[in-house]
């Protein structure tokens, strides 16, 4: 399997394996058959349920149907930090390729080159001989997404190309741990490291990478490197154990952040 240099705002690299092309794909169908469902749910119950007809139904219909499978991978990606429901199943996330969690831009430059799988998400509205056009449609298309994923370096789509992200395999659960977020509930808290604020969310969210991949392997390599240009960026000195260290900078620019 590939791995993947992912650049930090620190001029460290870390390696990430890039999923696995199996992977990306059930993760795809997983998604599509929840898309699926979910439309003939809803479908079912607005014609058959309500017992509506006429425009309204069909405004309707798009408003509850459509559009929810319309922004489906955007929504998901921008609250499970990189996972639709099938790739979390997948254990397969979007990562910048400059470290850490993609940005809100980034999440919606591979959402607007989903331009090809957007049709079929119509054909909830207009069934018939539309949906067999539609399917054919996406089939050639999605041929064209294998290639370009085929023979690019880090196995990137369009999306990812036009956005900086890669695809890559990783058991990272999104809970509220594996944030940045951290609730300060010490009344007394002191803060060792104010000129933490220097960093940035994605400076705090790196760091949080950094540990949660350390954590897992047990290898502390790249924290100590990372550790020490925070070190110099911020000139401080500290005599903390490195995890100690990485974890009381977070909780620091938790507490600044937040604090009234």
């Excluded at 079929?120 to 997404?145: E, K």
Aim: proline share 2%; with cysteine; glycine share 4%.
């Amino acid at each position: 399997m590939s791995n993947v240099q992912i650049s930090t705002p620190f001029n460290i690299s870390l390696e990430f394996e890039i999923a696995a092309f199996y992977k990306r794909l059930i993760a795809y169908f997983l998604d599509l058959t929840i898309m699926v469902l979910y439309a003939v749910f809803m479908r079912k119950f607005l014609y058959d349920g309500l017992e509506l007809d006429g425009e309204f139904v069909l405004g309707l219909d798009i408003l509850v149907v459509s559009l929810p499978l319309l922004f489906y991978h955007l929504i998901c990606e921008i609250l499970f930090h990189g996972q639709s429901l099938g790739k979390k199943a997948m254990g397969i996330r979007v990562m910048s390729i400059d470290g850490g969690d993609p940005a809100v831009s980034q999440y919606l430059l591979r959402w607007f080159f989903r331009v090809w799988e957007w049709p079929l998400i119509f054909s909830f509205v207009y069934p018939g001989f539309y949906i067999l056009f539609q399917l054919i449609t996406v089939g050639m298309l999605g041929i064209i997404v294998v290639v370009i994923i085929a023979v690019t370096a880090k196995n990137q789509r369009l999306g990812d190309l036009a956005a900086n992200t890669a695809i890559v395999n990783t058991r990272i659960n999104s809970s509220i741990h594996d944030t940045v977020f951290m609730e300060i509930t010490q009344k007394d808290y002191e803060v060792k490291f104010p000129q933490v604020l220097k960093l940035s969310d994605r400076d705090i969210n790196t760091i949080k990478t950094v540990l949660n991949q350390s954590y897992k392997s047990g290898k502390y390599d790249t924290a100590h490197r990372i550790a020490a240009r925070i070190q110099h960026v911020l000139q401080v000195t500290t005599d903390m154990e490195v995890d100690m260290f990485l974890e009381r900078l977070i909780a620091d620019y938790n507490y600044l952040a937040t604090k009234e």
